[in-house]
């Protein structure tokens, strides 16, 4: 998803150059993200962190010019356009409302919120805004969903239920996706992008299951969502 009341800063400038800051120095940014944004036009210049040891480390292994010991000196450095916020999922939307009482557009990893009440909280706040808000789905945008879009969109008409898979694998009990006090369990139902494409529907149910090894550390279902649930092993998509 990604909500957009104005024109972007970086869109206003004679270039589309833009500098990102990210909030914390998270695996996905580190492995992931940052090396992304690097083989654009763009540049990450700022990173900060709870540990500034391990910020520092970071910055030096991926040449980021600016390290800050808080989340909140990042936000108000000027020479930062976006931020990209992979925070735990329970400080996603704080921290990208933050990001936006400071002028910056914000990048945020899934699930942005971490239920559907939040969700249309966050959107009424980044709506009396001029900041672009959008939600990093990696798949979203890939060619081969685009492709199964087009698939649908020739050879099937009238679908009236669409049920997708979303798994990964953990290796430890005390990860912090297991975490429900930090809002972890939550994650975006795959079917959040044939929704768009296949209508409004008029039900989204899921069903989560999470293990190690042969023990069931928790479970979960959740009906007419459209954000939210637990990390996502099965989504239905109905009509009425």
């Not at 990102?20 to 580190?30: D, E, H, K, P, W």
């Not at 940052?34 to 391990?54: C, F, G, Q, Y």
């Not at 050879?155 to 009236?160: A, E, H, Q, T």
Request: aromatic share 6%.
């Amino acid at each position: 998803m990604h909500w957009r009341t104005g024109t972007p800063k970086f869109l206003t400038r004679r270039s589309s150059y833009m500098r990102f800051g990210i909030l914390s120095t998270a695996n996905i940014g580190v492995k992931h993200v940052i090396p992304a944004i690097k083989r654009t036009d763009h540049e990450v210049t700022a990173i900060s962190s709870r540990n500034p040891s391990r910020a520092r480390q970071v910055a030096e292994k991926c040449d980021i010019r600016e390290v800050y010991e808080s989340y909140e000196s990042l936000l108000s450095d000027s020479d930062v356009d976006a931020v990209y916020n992979p925070l735990p999922n329970g400080l996603h939307a704080e921290w990208t409302k933050r990001a936006v009482d400071n002028g910056r557009d914000v990048l945020c990893e899934k699930p942005l919120t971490a239920d559907t009440d939040e969700a249309h909280d966050l959107r009424s706040y980044v709506k009396s805004t001029d900041c672009l808000v959008m939600e990093g789905l990696m798949y979203a945008y890939h060619p081969r969903t685009e492709r199964a879009l087009e698939l649908v969109s020739e050879y099937l008409s009238g679908v009236s239920s669409v049920t997708a898979r979303f798994s990964f694998h953990l290796d430890r009990t005390d990860d912090i996706r297991l975490d429900a006090v930090a809002g972890e369990l939550c994650s975006h139902a795959p079917a959040d992008r044939r929704v768009g494409k296949l209508g409004h529907p008029g039900r989204i149910e899921t069903e989560s299951l999470c293990r190690h090894g042969d023990v069931a550390l928790c479970a979960g279902r959740a009906d007419d969502i459209l954000i939210g649930g637990l990390d996502t092993l099965v989504a239905g998509w109905r009509q009425p």
